[in-house]
């Protein structure tokens, strides 16, 4: 099992280093390969915990000794980062649009999708709530999260992919809580977002305004996080809530070929994504909170994850190309909706 999460991030502040952008963790002396894993902002400890696991696995098959370097921010930062220059081998998002961005600008397989089981997502997570400790204001479901008086935060669907699931999260949500009346559906997303008091630019930043400076009644984030959070500042500080209703976020992972090629690290950036797929790295993700395939180890934490209907975006809104021109673009719905 992985380590408290308040220690892994203290380990992780002393390996860390600041660099484009994010963040890249900088390797203590040279090894014989070297691999560089884009990632989001906040998968900093999951990857502290699972890097070390694959360098073993990867040395007794191989024999090398393996260093792993690490970029961290929002996932479209990081995309961006790769195509003005960044040297990543491999991208394990937390949004199918940030990868495909890379396979449009063929540094990405066209079919990466297909390239790895369960559409190349390892695991997935769904967007909960975190609350103060006895739910003070009685939050169950999205339709709480709108009502007068209570004060919300979650990053910016602007610049974050999990502010984008939250956003359209709220919204398929109130699809079916209206069915589907439009008028009423954007009321609801005008007052839910008019309680939004911060808007980070990516996950970590609003965990720091929710639980450091303590803004807000609810804090909205991947379940795997709020988890994680409840963990490291305790249970009797903080509740989860998985509402009923809610999005299936998934985690794409991918090759960036051209970097990997160029780098002497196809096999080995092919090999690290797959390990993901194994009994023990997916024994580690749920750890983290994460919702994983392994049939045995989902039985294992089952008692961990409670039932909840599960949207797709294709399903709500046709897919991420048609979500993002509809909803993030330049004058659409969440432009529209916050000139209130």
């Given at each position: ?75 479209s ?62 939050i ?15 990053p ?44 980070d ?26 988890n994680?959070?409840?963990e ?79 949207f ?25 909706l916050?000139?209130?």
């Open positions: 099992m992985p380590l408290p999460l308040f220690l892994r991030r203290s380990v992780l502040t002393l390996t860390l280093a600041s660099a484009m952008t994010a963040g890249i963790a900088a390797p203590a002396m040279a090894e014989d390969r070297e691999l560089l894993n884009s990632s989001y902002d906040i998968a900093r400890e999951l990857f502290a915990t699972l890097n070390p696991q694959f360098q073993q696995h990867w040395q007794a098959e191989h024999g090398d000794n393996l260093s792993i370097q690490q970029s961290h921010g929002g996932s930062a990081q995309a961006r980062a790769i195509l003005q220059g960044l040297r990543a081998d491999v991208v394990t998002y937390n949004q199918v649009t940030d990868v495909q961005v890379l396979a449009d600008e063929g540094l990405v397989a066209a079919d990466w999708q297909d390239q790895l089981p369960n559409n190349a997502s390892p695991y997935y997570s769904t967007t909960a709530f975190l609350v103060r400790k006895g739910n003070p204001l009685g169950d479901s999205w339709d709480d999260l709108a009502a007068e008086d209570v004060e919300l935060v979650f910016n669907p602007k610049t974050s992919g999990n502010g984008r699931y939250t956003y359209l999260a709220a919204w398929g949500a109130a699809e079916r809580m209206f069915d589907g009346d439009e008028d009423q559906v954007r009321e609801f997303m005008r007052n839910f977002l008019g309680n939004v008091k911060v808007f630019t990516g996950g970590r930043g609003a965990t720091t305004s929710f639980i450091e400076r303590g803004i807000g009644d609810v804090l909205i984030s991947f379940e795997s996080e709020v994680n959070i409840r490291e500042y305790g249970s009797d500080e903080y509740d989860v809530v998985v509402p009923p209703v809610s999005i299936l976020a998934e985690f794409p992972v991918a090759v960036v070929e051209e970097n990997a090629e160029r780098n002497g690290n196809t096999d080995l950036a092919q090999a690290y994504l797959e390990y993901l797929y194994s009994e023990e790295a997916q024994r580690t993700l749920a750890g983290f909170n994460y919702r994983v395939h392994d049939e045995k180890v989902v039985e294992e934490f089952a008692d961990r994850f409670p039932d909840t209907e599960l797709e975006v294709q399903e709500v809104f046709g897919g991420w190309p048609e979500a993002m021109e509809t909803h993030f673009a330049g004058g659409g719905e969440l432009d529209q916050q000139r209130r």
